[in-house]
């Protein structure tokens, strides 16, 4: 609800609401650092984020101040990262080595590689991640008992298609046990794409393209999460492409790549979902999804508006509470106008008009432009 708001131009009042970590909307910045300076009296600089202020920022407006920078500025941005990031506790040094993922480029690579000395698991694993993104191997695949690469290889069969096009598919192989599937999904977790489509002696983009989707349900959701996790750009988005356009339930597995899609490719998977509605429910489970874009055609260009308007003036419990979620999220993604749209439709289908489903669809269309407020909002400048 914070990112809708904010994205209007509004903030909500301090008293009903106060922003307590580092992912709240941009925004917030300040009143999260705020809250940290009531234990002092310094108040973080306004000037730019260098060496020599470092430790005047406060974490929040810190890393709003060093992600602006990569956008920017990347290479001093790194460079900020290398020269302090050291000195922080764990968890920090983890948020600021995430960061890097903002223009991400080659130049990352000495100081990514640097962290496999790092005291932090978790900042080894996040760089090793970063850098496989990179086509970087992080580790020696040696083929040996203890090597997690040619474990995962195992699970993967390799085979040939096509009687005048011969190509190389890949195939899950079939599971003997539960302990073999939970071993399976955590090698799929520890290792990076590179390292395993090297292990086939092929290259990221043969190995999504012979990939053989629907053979196996839970192996596609984990191949997924590592292209997602360890994936070059250009693997990423040919994943997402690729199952974007063959539609249906594999393209829900692109919903494990959404942190990384860019909003364009996020938008049509959305509106694929809702043209199509068999899966309309999945549509809760999108992340990171850009707020106050989703149009009236958007809904009436398929089965959507027709699925919304049976499960509203029908009688199955379990329809009526997916229903319930899927106008949740569509309040978050609506436009005002589309908003206001639905929640007339809906009520007109039997929705009772103090529906709390209706909640965040009547906040949207109240935020459609400056005026009096009475809500516990304000707004902002632009």
């Not at 973080?44 to 470092?54: F, V």
């Not at 929040?60 to 920017?72: E, N, V």
């Not at 900042?123 to 690469?149: F, I, N, T, Y």
């Not at 249906?248 to 490719?265: C, E, I, N, Q, T």
């Amino acid at each position: 609800m914070a990112a809708l708001v904010a994205s209007r131009g509004f903030v909500l009042h301090p008293m009903d609401w106060m922003p307590s970590d580092q992912n709240s909307p941009d925004v917030y910045a300040p009143w999260v650092d705020w809250q940290a300076s009531m234990n002092g009296e310094r108040l973080a600089p306004q000037e730019k984020l260098t060496a020599e202020n470092w430790d005047e920022f406060y974490p929040a407006a810190r890393r709003l101040a060093l992600a602006d920078m990569r956008r920017s500025d990347p290479t001093s941005a790194r460079m900020l990262i290398e020269a302090k990031a050291s000195g922080e506790p764990a968890e920090v040094r983890l948020a600021l080595v995430e960061l890097m993922r903002f223009g991400l480029s080659a130049e990352d690579v000495p100081f990514l590689k640097s962290l496999s000395a790092d005291r932090s698991g978790k900042v080894r694993e996040l760089a090793g991640r970063l850098l496989a993104r990179l086509g970087e191997h992080v580790r020696p695949s040696d083929g040996g008992p203890d090597d997690p690469v040619a474990e995962l290889a195992a699970f993967i069969t390799e085979g040939r298609s096509g009687f005048i096009r011969r190509r190389t598919i890949y195939t899950p192989a079939k599971l003997k046990s539960q302990a073999q599937e939970q071993r399976r999904a955590e090698l799929f977790e520890i290792c990076n794409l590179v390292e395993v489509a090297e292990r086939f002696n092929t290259t990221e983009a043969e190995f999504i393209g012979g990939w053989q989707f629907g053979a196996d349900n839970k192996a596609d959701i984990l191949i997924a999460r590592m292209v997602a996790a360890s994936g070059s750009e250009a693997a990423l988005t040919q994943m997402a492409d690729t199952l974007i356009a063959e539609g249906g339930k594999p393209a829900l597995f692109v919903l494990h790549l959404m942190p990384r899609l860019d909003s364009r490719r996020k938008r049509v998977l959305i509106r694929l979902i809702l043209k199509e509605t068999t899966y309309l429910g999945m549509i809760n489970l999108a992340e990171g999804i850009d707020v106050d874009w989703l149009e009236w055609d958007d809904l009436t260009n398929g089965q959507a508006l027709a699925a919304l308007r049976s499960a509203a003036g029908g009688k199955d419990d379990a329809a009526r509470r997916g229903l319930d979620d899927v106008l949740e999220t569509i309040g978050f993604l609506a436009t005002a106008t589309t908003a206001a749209k639905l929640i007339d439709d809906m009520v007109a289908a039997g929705v009772p008009p103090a529906a709390p489903s209706l909640g965040l669809l009547r906040l949207n269309a109240s935020l459609a432009g400056p005026g009096t407020n009475t809500s516990p909002i304000r707004r902002t400048a632009k």
